[in-house]
């Protein structure tokens, strides 16, 4: 990968590579714009087959941060860690310890979290290195395990989605085809029970999936058959790039709308969805409830205001569904652009002041 040529396209501000060899920490810090505030984004441990392919996945995540941010008013920039190595093997007091000093070293310009392979608890022993970490457990004034209030977010968006594409006025009814009953996608999948939605669930990991059953009555199928199963909905709750060139012709529902960050493998895919008359939600609005949870340890974690903040996503969606309408435009486009103006309108009044 050319690194300059892509952090100038898409106007990243900084990259830190982190090693240190007795932890056998290999680690990337990316922070994409901090125009809004600090960088905040969570880091991700996962087996990643190549440096490269760390890299591609902490530049998109963190620029994924930005807007999110961006797109429901949090004065927060877009930033993200990785962590190269396998969390069930590979996760340990150094390695995370180590990632720890490396965020202290930025003071502040990056805030750490948990994300995929990392937990509540780990972000605790980030925390014996830097006080730059959120998404700290409750019993010490932290926002916790952010996966209820994302799921509790998603299903707000949901609404206006279904609002719109399905003319309805609940959730009632809906069929919802859930890819990954992980952290958010059980608490999705237990909310959207309650809401008298249809489930139909897949997991690689079995027991996951057995546990919505029982729990939840959700119908099981195989990771490779619930990309095309027959649903109002598909909601992706595992990884990234889940909208390919490979799956956009299999989907046979109204609606996608998940948390899974950049799931558009390639912005075209976005364009295709929308001539396909297929709605998508775009995943760095319906699936911020976590940050929005995490934000809120900021001013003293409050849990009803976070809630009730994460409800908001609704008109956020709603106006991005109008910003789309009017223009006949994608909505991942009509999210970008409520995005970008508002970093534009802050870097315009700081000009200003300046
Ligand atoms: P998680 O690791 O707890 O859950 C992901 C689940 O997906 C796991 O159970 C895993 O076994 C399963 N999975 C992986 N590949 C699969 C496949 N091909 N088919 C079916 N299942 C598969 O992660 P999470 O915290 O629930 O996050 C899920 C996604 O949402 C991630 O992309 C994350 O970045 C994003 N996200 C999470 C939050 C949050 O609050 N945790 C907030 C916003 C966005």
């Known amino acids: ?6 952090l100038a396209e898409d106007q990243h501000e900084q990259v830190i590579f982190c090693s240190d060899k007795v932890a056998h920490l290999r680690g990337i810090i990316a922070i994409h714009d901090t125009t809004l505030g600090p960088a905040i984004g969570g880091v991700r441990m996962f087996p990643y087959s190549s440096e490269d392919e ?3 996945d902490v530049l998109l995540l963190s620029k994924a941060m930005t807007y999110k941010a961006a797109a429901v008013g949090i004065n927060l920039g877009g930033g993200q860690g990785v962590i190269i190595g396998d969390p069930l093997k590979d996760k340990n007091e150094l390695v995370l310890r180590a990632f720890g000093r490396f965020v202290q070293g930025l003071n502040g310009r990056y805030i750490t979290a948990e994300d995929v392979g990392t937990t509540v ?4 022993i980030v925390r014996y290195e830097t006080k730059y970490v959120m998404g700290l457990s409750r019993a010490i004034g932290g926002s916790g395990d952010p996966g209820p209030v994302t799921a509790i977010g998603l299903c707000s968006g949901l609404l206006a989605c279904v609002e719109k594409a399905l003319d309805k006025k609940t959730l009632e009814g809906v069929s919802v085809a859930i890819q ?4 958010v996608g059980y608490h999705l999948a237990q909310k959207l029970k309650e809401a008298g939605c249809r489930l139909i669930v897949s997991d690689i990991i079995a027991e996951k999936a057995e546990k919505a059953r029982k729990e939840f009555g959700a119908e099981i199928v195989s990771p490779e058959e619930i990309l095309g199963v027959e649903a109002d909905v ?6 990234g790039g889940v909208i390919n060139a490979k799956t956009v012709e299999k989907f046979r529902v109204k609606i996608i709308a998940g948390p899974a960050n950049n799931q558009l493998e ?15 939600a775009p995943d760095f609005v319906i699936g911020s409830g976590g ?3 995490v934000a809120n340890e900021l001013g003293g974690y409050i849990r009803e205001k976070a809630i009730k903040q994460a409800t908001g996503i609704y008109d956020i969606m709603k106006k991005i569904l109008e910003i789309s309408g009017e223009s006949d435009i ?8 409520l995005a970008k103006a508002r970093i534009a309108e802050v870097k315009k009044f700081r000009q200003r002041h300046a």
């Open 291 to 293: 940050m929005i949870n």
């Open 234 to 239: 598909f909601s992706p709750c595992a990884l």
């Open 121 to 124: 608890e780990d972000m605790e």
């Open 266 to 280: 390639d912005e075209k895919y976005g364009e295709i969805l929308h001539h396909k008359g297929i709605l998508y």
């Open 1 to 6: 990968m050319e690194i300059f040529q892509s």
């Open 54 to 56: 760390a890299l591609k």
């Open 330 to 337: 994608p909505t991942y486009k009509a999210a970008n652009i």
């Open 180 to 183: 990954g009953v992980g952290h």
